[in-house]
Protein backbone atom coordinates (compact mmCIF):
# COMPACT_ATOMS: atom_id res chain seq x y z
CA UNK A 1 0.00 0.00 0.00
CA UNK A 2 1.46 3.41 -1.01
CA UNK A 3 -0.16 6.69 0.96
CA UNK A 4 -0.03 9.96 -0.01
CA UNK A 5 -1.38 12.29 2.49
CA UNK A 6 -2.42 15.86 1.60
CA UNK A 7 -4.45 18.71 2.81
CA UNK A 8 -1.65 20.69 5.33
CA UNK A 9 -1.37 24.53 5.44
CA UNK A 10 -1.56 27.29 7.63
CA UNK A 11 -4.69 28.43 9.46
CA UNK A 12 -5.32 30.33 12.55
CA UNK A 13 -6.21 29.05 16.00
CA UNK A 14 -10.06 28.25 15.87
CA UNK A 15 -10.16 27.24 12.39
CA UNK A 16 -10.59 24.07 10.35
CA UNK A 17 -8.92 21.75 7.71
CA UNK A 18 -9.51 18.54 6.72
CA UNK A 19 -6.45 15.96 5.77
CA UNK A 20 -6.58 13.32 3.05
CA UNK A 21 -4.52 10.16 2.40
CA UNK A 22 -5.21 8.28 -0.85
CA UNK A 23 -4.48 5.08 -0.93
CA UNK A 24 -3.18 2.75 -3.76
CA UNK A 25 -3.35 -0.87 -4.09
CA UNK A 26 -6.60 -3.25 -3.84
CA UNK A 27 -6.79 -3.91 -0.41
CA UNK A 28 -6.70 -0.85 1.13
CA UNK A 29 -10.27 -1.77 2.17
CA UNK A 30 -8.82 -4.21 4.69
CA UNK A 31 -6.64 -1.80 6.47
CA UNK A 32 -7.49 0.13 9.60
CA UNK A 33 -5.48 2.81 9.31
CA UNK A 34 -4.47 6.05 11.72
CA UNK A 35 -3.30 9.82 11.17
CA UNK A 36 0.10 10.69 13.76
CA UNK A 37 1.84 13.76 14.25
CA UNK A 38 5.14 15.39 14.76
CA UNK A 39 5.56 18.42 16.05
CA UNK A 40 8.96 20.08 16.25
CA UNK A 41 11.17 18.57 18.56
CA UNK A 42 8.37 15.97 19.62
CA UNK A 43 7.95 12.26 19.26
CA UNK A 44 5.49 11.16 16.36
CA UNK A 45 2.17 10.87 18.65
CA UNK A 46 -0.82 9.04 17.73
CA UNK A 47 -4.26 11.12 16.71
CA UNK A 48 -6.64 9.14 15.61
CA UNK A 49 -7.23 5.63 13.98
CA UNK A 50 -10.71 4.09 12.19
CA UNK A 51 -10.94 0.35 11.83
CA UNK A 52 -11.12 -1.45 8.16
CA UNK A 53 -14.75 -0.99 7.83
CA UNK A 54 -15.05 2.56 9.31
CA UNK A 55 -17.24 1.36 12.09
CA UNK A 56 -14.95 1.67 14.88
CA UNK A 57 -12.69 4.80 15.72
CA UNK A 58 -10.09 5.92 18.33
CA UNK A 59 -8.75 9.28 19.16
CA UNK A 60 -5.82 10.74 21.37
CA UNK A 61 -7.81 12.78 24.72
CA UNK A 62 -6.13 15.58 23.25
CA UNK A 63 -8.42 15.85 19.85
CA UNK A 64 -11.66 14.35 21.19
CA UNK A 65 -14.15 16.62 20.18
CA UNK A 66 -12.10 18.40 17.53
CA UNK A 67 -11.36 15.94 15.05
CA UNK A 68 -12.94 13.30 13.15
CA UNK A 69 -11.89 10.48 11.30
CA UNK A 70 -13.88 8.69 8.35
CA UNK A 71 -12.92 6.80 5.77
CA UNK A 72 -14.37 5.95 1.82
CA UNK A 73 -13.28 2.70 0.74
CA UNK A 74 -14.29 3.08 -2.69
CA UNK A 75 -12.32 6.15 -3.16
CA UNK A 76 -9.38 4.52 -0.66
CA UNK A 77 -8.86 7.50 1.37
CA UNK A 78 -9.21 8.14 4.45
CA UNK A 79 -10.30 11.41 5.99
CA UNK A 80 -8.94 13.90 8.88
CA UNK A 81 -11.46 16.66 10.01
CA UNK A 82 -9.62 19.36 12.27
CA UNK A 83 -12.14 21.61 13.69
CA UNK A 84 -11.52 24.10 16.78
CA UNK A 85 -7.56 24.15 15.99
CA UNK A 86 -4.99 25.21 18.17
CA UNK A 87 -1.46 26.18 18.23
CA UNK A 88 -0.24 23.19 19.79
CA UNK A 89 -1.24 20.53 16.69
CA UNK A 90 1.04 22.55 14.72
CA UNK A 91 2.26 19.10 13.45
CA UNK A 92 3.25 17.04 10.36
CA UNK A 93 0.71 14.59 10.48
CA UNK A 94 1.32 11.30 8.81
CA UNK A 95 -1.38 8.80 7.74
CA UNK A 96 -0.30 4.92 8.17
CA UNK A 97 -2.28 1.83 7.63
CA UNK A 98 -2.31 -0.39 10.38
CA UNK A 99 -0.57 -3.84 10.00
CA UNK A 100 -2.96 -7.04 10.50
CA UNK A 101 -3.48 -8.82 13.68
CA UNK A 102 -1.40 -6.04 15.50
CA UNK A 103 -2.56 -5.66 19.08
CA UNK A 104 -3.55 -1.57 19.04
CA UNK A 105 -4.14 0.69 17.25
CA UNK A 106 -1.95 3.52 19.11
CA UNK A 107 1.84 2.93 18.42
CA UNK A 108 3.51 3.70 15.26
CA UNK A 109 4.83 -0.13 15.66
CA UNK A 110 1.15 -1.10 14.99
CA UNK A 111 1.78 -0.08 11.49
CA UNK A 112 3.55 -0.77 8.08
CA UNK A 113 2.86 1.63 5.81
CA UNK A 114 3.51 5.32 6.25
CA UNK A 115 2.74 8.83 3.96
CA UNK A 116 4.84 11.28 3.20
CA UNK A 117 3.56 13.53 5.84
CA UNK A 118 1.89 17.54 5.41
CA UNK A 119 2.10 20.11 7.47
CA UNK A 120 0.11 21.81 9.44
CA UNK A 121 0.70 25.40 11.14
CA UNK A 122 -2.01 27.11 13.38
CA UNK A 123 -1.10 30.58 14.67
CA UNK A 124 -2.20 31.87 17.49
Known amino acids: VQLQASGGGLVQAGGSLRLSCAASGRTFSSYGMGWFRQGPGKEREFVTA????????YYADSVKGRFTISRDNAKNTVYLQMNSLKPEDTAVYYC??????????????????WGQGTQVTVSS
Open 96 to 113: AARRAYSPSYYYTTDYDY
Open 50 to 57: VSWNGYTT
